[in-house]
């Protein structure tokens, strides 16, 4: 076994989570969300295989502290 996708995971993990405040193109700071404002296409390449009519939300949650619940209006 590779520990590759680890090691990626670590990079991608620490270069979204490295900003101060959220910036809603997919970073923001541990345990808060970055909402997307506009559509996702593939060059921005946040999204792997983004839907074009979709809004996508983005976090890397902390849970070894405590729990986190995470509340989801429901939709109207």
Do not use: C
């Not at 270069?15 to 060059?43: E, I, R």
């Not at 809004?55 to 989801?72: D, F, G, K, Q, R």
């Amino acid at each position: 076994m590779s520990g590759e996708p680890l090691l990626d995971m670590q990079r991608v993990y620490q270069s979204l989570t490295s900003v101060t405040v959220p910036d809603h193109q997919g970073d923001a700071p541990v345990s808060q969300f970055s909402h997307f404002t506009d559509l996702a296409n593939t060059k921005e390449g946040v999204v792997v295989a983004p839907n074009a009519d979709t809004l996508y939300s983005i976090a890397w949650l902390a849970l070894t502290p405590e729990p986190i619940v995470v509340h989801v209006p429901s939709s109207p």
